[in-house]
């Protein structure tokens, strides 16, 4: 079992950054594969970033390579998404999930656990 709890979000203009948190609580954070999703409103759910639990391999959606990254801190369990160079079309609110000993899925489906999520507006 693992709770998340999101933070970091707020109000930005474009072209500016936030960094989120997700703080997770529960055994073996370390053999969780972590990933940021957001969904923003009258959309479905998708993915942003993850990043695995064997070596850390990350990946990203198409639509935010090369302004965001994902990093975790195992020591302190968490998980980090840096957001660069922000757009009005990442407005929307980002959650958090965890997979056990995933492969790095982009699929909602595949996570088992979520955040509640945190805003992100990025206004024009």
């Known amino acids: 079992q693992v709770q998340l709890v999101e933070s970091g979000g707020g109000l930005v203009q474009a072209g500016g950054s936030l960094r989120l948190s997700c703080a997770a609580s529960?055994?073996?954070?370390?053999?969780?594969?972590m990933a940021w999703f957001r969904q923003a409103p009258g959309k479905e759910r998708e993915f942003v970033a993850t990043i695995t639990w064997r070596g850390g391999t990350t990946y990203y959606a198409d639509s935010v390579k090369g302004r965001f990254t994902i990093s975790r801190d195992n020591a302190k369990d968490m998980v980090y998404l840096q957001m660069n160079t922000l757009k009005p079309e990442d407005t929307a609110t980002y959650y958090c999930?965890?997979?056990?000993?995933?492969?790095?899925?982009?699929?909602?489906?595949?996570?088992?656990?979520w955040g509640q999520g945190t805003q992100v507006t990025v206004s024009s």
């Open positions: 999930a965890a997979d056990y000993l995933g492969t790095g899925s982009g699929m909602t489906n595949d996570y088992d656990y």
């Open positions: 529960g055994r073996t954070f370390s053999m969780y594969t």
